[in-house]
């Protein structure tokens, strides 16, 4: 699926669009002009109709966007029409708390399987979710076919297992470790940096925004 | 602490900067290049030197910067020579893992009470730290100074309580439900929308980054 390349930002923004459209039918509201949208959303309207017009344009002319429309084009643009088979690796409290959020909010996202190297839990069962060794992984890997693969073991550990990750062949990293991991460029790495997001709070917090 | 405004996007760079000196520091690395640094971090060299001309610039031509002065320079920037007040609302997986991710690794960040609804765990306490009801939030807050709340609350009743810690003056929020919350301004937001984050991921799966 080769098109033109639209920019970071603008991805960025479409999950957005994705929850403010989401609410709004939820709402029961079936039409809204350009003008609501950008107040609701934030962005100008200006802005708003040069992000939509990289994937077509929604709008009309004096109608405004068909909300349950708009919603699902962009549920479509981004993917969240088709199913996608994840694994965690690592465990932990975080682990486990996002395997959770995973399975109560993301019905795309089926975990098929955990990864960890604490023997206590290999062989048991998180939110009903066998849990693998870590070693085993790369094995893991050969036989089944992963499209996310979340991160979310101690730094130290983190670049290793992403070489096992990218050795088999997963499409894209979710990671969580505070390091910049080095992988081959047709693996697509999303970070969450929680350290670095805390920092920069930080910063605003004693200098204002 | 007024000053030259400084984008967001070298704001957002900076904690970054602080994780690469760090690790090159724990190297036993006392000097480096700017060709160096930027190898390591990603940035062009004239990247570095703009976003480090802001607050001064710390390189000296033909010797490069000192490691550790730079690292503790942006850890001053940052405000990370200080300590900070925290508390949670929300005591559920994830704000349990975050409140254990600050404990473990962010020293400077003090957890004084964690909030919650739920009956069944008012009054106990979490990782050391006392469970309240959150309906004592806003009395808490005109009895103690907090620096930052995090927010991990489930989405219905994140306005409400985001409403309760504004008027009792938090400096700023961490905001982990998929909202964009309505606050005064002078309270400063940083948002982690974990679901936003992975629709992205998704994106860039489909169509490549």
């Known amino acids: 699926m080769k098109e033109r390349k639209v920019s970071r930002a603008v991805i960025r923004r479409l ?23 950008s107040e609701r959303i934030g962005y100008t309207a200006s802005q708003i109709r040069q992000d939509l017009n990289h994937f077509g344009g929604f709008g009309q002319q004096g109608y405004g966007y068909n909300v349950k429309d708009l919603k699902d084009a962009i549920r479509g643009i981004l993917g969240l029409t088709e199913d996608y088979r994840m694994i965690f690796v690592g465990c932990g409290r975080l682990g486990r708390a996002l395997a959770n959020f995973v399975i109560d ?81 047709e693996i697509v790495v999303n970070n969450v940096h929680l350290s670095d997001n805390l920092h920069a709070l930080t910063y605003y917090i004693n200098h204002g925004e």
């Open 15 to 37: 999950p957005r669009y994705l929850r403010v459209l989401t609410d709004m039918e939820a709402e029961g509201l079936e039409r809204i002009s350009s003008g609501e949208l």
């Open 105 to 185: 909010s993301q019905k795309n996202y089926h975990i098929k399987a955990m990864f960890d190297i604490r023997p206590e839990i290999i062989g048991t069962s998180i939110l009903g979710v066998p849990v693998y060794d870590e070693a085993g992984l790369k094995d893991y890997l050969k036989k089944n076919h992963v499209d996310i693969a979340v991160l979310t073991v101690p730094t130290e550990q983190a670049q290793k297992v992403a070489d096992d990750l990218a050795c088999g062949g997963v499409t894209g990293i979710w990671n969580f470790a505070p390091i910049d991991l080095k992988i081959p460029e």
